[in-house]
């Protein structure tokens, strides 16, 4: 095992699946999102950019083959000797969001064209669990006995009260439905949580998490069959950058500032961050796949907090931390 206790990394079962590494590529389905259309909600979840959270996927106007041939080119450089192939992700917005059949029958010619690119190895599919009805699921299915299917879920928490103040536009029981349909089809489903959201202290995460843990589904992997944790980011923009204070100085004694409404944000370190993420994993099932332990946001619109602007300094850090098992708390 590697350096997340007993789970597999992303890049750990893709290998024992594929036989080598397997390059995310970031796709954009061109779909908008129920919450921001007006369908469940206007102005979407307060932390969204304008990008629908997929800032780094290739341009909707294109393709899929010419998106995938754009982001082929992105990798290009990264590129290892054990390279197997390609994970076509669909990241941008909500990647099933449809409303009417036209669009049903262009969303589903365009993951018929990523699961027949010769180089594609599996597709995630980034979407709400308010967008999955039968009919999609169904497709899915279809598709995933041709080549693997991943579905990714934004939860970000189980706590309503916070659900509301991010303007989720959807409640637990509808990811939990969502869950088991997705589950009963055989299809693999990832889950998104953010830590550090306005008003939620580590034991709200670790309350989300632990209830991750505790779902079951009938079948032979009853569990979410991953995790992706972030850290939250405030981004250029989005309505949370319109609540941060203009000048942020964390309460270094009780860890955290106060939005301009009054809701206390928690500030993270890059200690007490890994410390929890710690404690996070040693919840979850170890048949559950880490897919991401922090975010990666375009730097020219990360406002806070700024140590999180460099992705490999973070993730070394946290594989360091990890694999020596700290758990210090130490600001
Ligand atoms: S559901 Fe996803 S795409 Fe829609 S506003 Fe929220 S984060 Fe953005």
Known sequence: MGYIGDHRSFDEEMKSLFGGKVYRLALSAGTTCPNRDGRCGTGGCIFCSAGGSGDFAAPAELTVTEQIERAKERVKAKRSRNFAGYMAYFQSFTSTYYRSGAELERLKDMFREAVSHPEVLAVSIATRPDCLPGEMIGFLQELDRVKPIWVELGLQTIHEDTAVYINRGYGLPVFTDAFFRLKAAGLRVVVHVIIGLPGEDAARTLETVRFLSSLRAPGPVPYIDGIKLQLLQVLKG??????????????????????????????????????LLEALLELLPPEVTVHRL??????????????????????????????????????
């Open 294 to 331: 922090t975010g990666d946001p375009p730097r020219r619109l990360l406002l806070y907090p700024a140590w999180t602007a460099d992705k490999k300094k973070t993730m070394n850090h946290i594989r360091k931390a990890l694999t020596a098992q700290e758990n210090d708390y130490v600001q």
């Open 238 to 275: 989005t309505r949370l950058a319109e609540l941060l204070p203009a000048e942020v100085t964390p309460d270094l004694m009780n860890h955290q500032i106060f939005l301009k409404d009054g809701t206390v944000l928690p500030c993270y370190n890059i200690n007490t961050y890994t410390a």
